[in-house]
């Protein structure tokens, strides 16, 4: 029988409590099926960091790369935590695993189930995904800064942009969009940002002509934000860069239902590293150890993660079981277990 071998990060704040749901309907999902996980617990994030001052060693990096996929609760202490001194565990962990392992595709699928309803008056069929750049843009981290804490500081953040980088997740975006309904959004801001725009666009236009099947527009990002809650269902592929596409699937999330159904992969699709899934929220600590924290986005990032290694059966298996629950779930509060619970629960039903 297939073994698959999953590095489990739960990280920080919610991160464990919504990890252990992701787990119990991973188990319940693969339970007497022809396929095994063997899982290798990380800890890693802010926890191991103040014990340690590690966020994410050479020796961890390679224990985890020898993994098949990797599943992550969420990482990032309490903002103001002094122990947190200049450590950025984002950058240093979370960033770092998705730029060694090359996640080239961060991909946030956004779907309305209607039976929730979400906080939109009139909203509509949503069913979109959003296939965010990974490891460029803002995001590399080659900024700097001259005279700090003197009124001449300068300081700057470089958007890096390559033309190999651009291509590659537009390629993916459009074939994506081959196998969905054939509509791609390009978001970026062109009208200011007119170097990495106009290679953006220019990439777009010439992959488009490779797929003349495909209906193509471009928004600017702001306006893109205002389409995103007036007319959603207008979107069907949207790709657009790192920066960008995260400030796009935090509102996507909450046009559809809420931040704590929104799952994510940072998918490397040559498969040359293990692909990464995770909940798109963060480690929320104002509701940390509460118990109130949604498991539903982890554990539907676990249907990404069956599908993305070729277990379709199970991961339709888990997203028909969330389905269910989002359908009847009523107004009162359940803690974070009992919504794990009563998924897997649907599961064997
Ligand atoms: P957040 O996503 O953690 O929280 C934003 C709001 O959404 C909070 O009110 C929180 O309670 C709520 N929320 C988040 N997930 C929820 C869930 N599953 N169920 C119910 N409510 C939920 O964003 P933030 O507050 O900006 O960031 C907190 C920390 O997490 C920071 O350190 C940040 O850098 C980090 N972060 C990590 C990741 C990640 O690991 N992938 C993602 C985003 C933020
Ligand atoms: C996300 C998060 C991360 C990001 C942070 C924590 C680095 O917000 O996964 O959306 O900006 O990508
Ligand atoms: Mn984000």
Do not use: C
């Not at 790369?65 to 565990?89: E, F, M, S, T, Y």
């Not at 080239?104 to 008056?121: D, E, H, I, T, W």
């Not at 993660?305 to 298996?317: F, Y």
């Amino acid at each position: 029988s297939r073994v698959v071998k999953l590095a489990v990060i739960p990280g920080d704040g919610i991160g464990p409590e919504v990890v252990a749901e992701a787990e119990k309907v991973l188990d319940a999902v693969t339970a007497g099926s022809a396929v095994t996980f063997d899982k290798t617990r990380f800890s890693l994030g802010a926890a191991r960091y103040f014990e340690t001052g590690d966020t994410l060693t050479d020796a961890d990096l390679d224990a985890i790369r020898a993994h098949d996929a990797i599943l992550l609760g969420a990482v990032g202490g309490q903002p103001g935590d002094p122990r947190l001194k200049d450590a950025n565990i984002e950058r240093g962990l979370l960033l770092k695993l998705r730029f060694e392992l090359d996640h080239y595709v961060n991909l946030r699928p956004s779907k309305l189930y209607p039976a929730f309803g979400g906080p939109l008056a009139n909203p509509g069929e949503i069913d979109f995904v959003v296939v965010r750049e990974g490891t460029e843009g803002p995001y590399v981290g080659n900024g700097g800064a001259i005279r700090r804490g003197t009124p001449h500081e300068v300081a700057n953040e470089t958007s890096v942009n390559t033309a190999f980088g651009v291509e590659r997740v537009v390629r993916y975006a459009f074939g994506l969009a081959e196998r969905r309904r054939q509509k791609l959004t390009l978001v970026h801001k062109t009208n200011v940002l007119v170097h990495a725009g106009g290679m953006w666009k220019r990439i777009v236009d010439e992959v488009a002509r490779e797929h003349p099947d495909v209906a193509v527009d471009y928004l600017h990002v702001d306006a893109a934000t205002i389409f995103l809650v007036t007319n959603p269902g207008r979107f069907d592929v949207i790709v657009t860069d790192n920066l960008f596409g995260d400030i796009l699937t935090d509102l996507a999330g909450a046009v559809t239902g809420g931040i704590g159904l929104a799952a994510s992969g940072n998918i490397n699709p040559e498969a040359a590293f293990p692909s990464m899934f995770e909940p798109v929220h963060g480690s929320a600590p104002d509701i940390a150890g509460q118990q109130k924290a949604d498991p539903t986005a982890a554990i539907l990032s676990v249907a990404l993660l069956l599908d993305h290694l070729g277990l379709q059966d199970e991961a339709a298996a888990v997203t028909r079981a969330v389905e269910s629950d989002i359908a009847q779930r009523g107004t009162t509060a359940r803690t974070t277990a009992a919504v794990g619970d009563a998924i897997v629960a649907r599961l064997q039903a």
